[in-house]
């Protein structure tokens, strides 16, 4: 089957790190994405993984094991406009399944 | 055009009417693909295009939705005798690359708002 498991919600203060994490199965995997959504917004890419290890983008960083099936995404010197969800979604054959997301209130 | 368009931003219907939503990708993106999202809840695949065709159309609900791409642009989600559970926001997504080539990122319009009375 696929699916992708990650927390409904976190809550951290600004300036501190948080750690999303994200678990999935998905057949013919091609890669692991976070996007970023603002209440009321679209979906904006964060990041992408496709090999083990750490991707780094600034304030973002996304990590990925393939063999555990396994991600997360770290937020750096939160900020209030980090208030969001964060959605991890699986790229697999002809489709990308994503998590319902990870709502993450920054405060201050 | 500079992003994905959709239309119309918002779409108020009686239960039991027809109702058809747009999207206008990115030009130049092979890749076409709708999802649906509940009121605080994650993304619903609903079909995939490559081009004018659909290899996945697993993910629509029921027969009463359909959807088409012509000319390798435009799309159009139809839903049939809506329901109040297709109560939601359609979002549609472009990319340039077809699935299988990697880093294949989703350019996603501002959505489609449906309210089914």
């Known amino acids: 089957g696929q699916n992708i498991d990650q927390p409904t919600e976190m809550t951290a203060t600004e300036g501190a790190i948080v750690q999303i994490n994200c678990t999935y199965q998905?057949?013919?995997?091609?890669?692991l994405f976070w996007y970023q959504q603002h209440a009321g917004e679209a979906p904006t890419f964060l990041s992408y993984?496709?090999?083990?290890g750490l991707e780094e983008k600034g304030r973002f960083s996304s990590f990925l094991s393939r063999s555990k099936g396994y991600s997360y995404l770290l937020l750096k010197e939160l900020q209030m406009k980090d208030s969001a969800s964060y959605l991890c979604?699986?790229?697999?054959?002809?489709?990308?399944?994503f998590g319902t997301g990870t709502r993450l209130k920054v405060l201050a | 055009g500079a992003g994905v368009s959709q239309s119309p931003s918002n779409k108020v219907t009686e239960k039991g009417k027809d109702v058809e939503l747009r999207c206008d990708p990115i030009?130049?993106?092979?890749?076409l693909y709708w999802y649906r999202q509940s009121l605080g809840q994650g993304l619903e695949f609903l079909i995939y295009?490559?081009?004018?065709?659909?290899?996945?159309k697993s993910g629509l609900p029921s027969d009463r939705f359909s959807a088409e791409r012509t000319g390798g642009s435009v799309s159009t989600l139809t839903i049939q005798r809506t329901q109040q559970e297709d109560s939601a926001v359609y979002l549609c997504?472009?990319?340039?690359?077809?699935?299988?080539?990697?880093?294949?990122?989703?350019?996603f319009g501002a959505g489609s708002r449906l309210t089914v009375l």
């Open positions: 030009s130049g993106h092979t890749a």
């Open positions: 295009f490559q081009g004018n065709s659909a290899p996945d």
């Open positions: 993984n496709v090999l083990d």
């Open positions: 997504a472009s990319s340039l690359l077809s699935i299988n080539s990697g880093a294949n990122v989703l350019t």
């Open positions: 979604a699986s790229s697999g054959t002809y489709k990308y399944i």
């Open positions: 998905t057949s013919g995997f091609n890669g």
